[in-house]
């Protein structure tokens, strides 16, 4: 088995998305990282979704999670403020989550090291030629564990 064979379709945002529509995708489809494609449809970013609500919060209650429970409520209608007007590039800088990637023959434990060492639980699977980059799939921390559980039995 290769990472061509355990990739699937995943939904994508690109760099000039909104912001908030790309929190609703990850939202309402519960996905467990927002997948960015750049206006090539190159992997741009991967970026779990722990680190996109860490960009909404203020920076101090991520530095200190007892000052979260003092304002109570009072946060929540700020956390969408901070997306308004974003593009999903502003939101989730490339520089921060650069997408971990392997190509189509990588093996399935050269795809389970790429996220234990990145701790993204999306890895793309591109190919490359002489016209540039193809994406052909992503592997989920879940599929990957569905391959190796298999294995196993």
């Known amino acids: 088995m290769r990472a061509r064979d355990l990739a699937e379709p995943y939904p994508?945002?690109?760099?000039d998305d909104n912001a908030i529509d790309a929190a609703r995708m990850l939202a309402e489809q519960s996905l467990?990282?927002?997948?960015v494609l750049d206006t090539d449809n190159q992997p741009y970013a991967i970026v779990p979704g722990s680190q996109l609500i860490r960009q909404l919060i203020p920076a101090y209650i991520a530095e200190d999670p007892a000052l979260a429970g003092v304002g109570g409520d009072r946060h929540d209608g700020e956390l969408t403020e901070r997306l308004a007007g974003l593009t999903v590039a502003e939101w989730a800088p490339r520089r921060l989550y650069a997408p971990p990637v392997v190509r189509p023959d990588a093996c399935p434990m050269e795809?389970?090291?790429?996220?234990a060492r990145t701790h993204s639980p999306l890895v793309a699977v591109i190919e490359r030629d002489s016209s540039g980059v193809t994406l052909l799939g992503t592997i989920t921390a879940?599929?990957?564990m569905q391959h190796l559980l298999?294995?196993?039995?």
Request: avoid cysteine; aromatic fraction near 4%.
């Open 142 to 144: 879940a599929r990957l």
């Open 12 to 15: 994508f945002v690109t760099t």
């Open 32 to 35: 467990p990282a927002l997948l």
């Open 150 to 153: 298999r294995a196993a039995a």
């Open 111 to 115: 795809v389970a090291a790429l996220m």
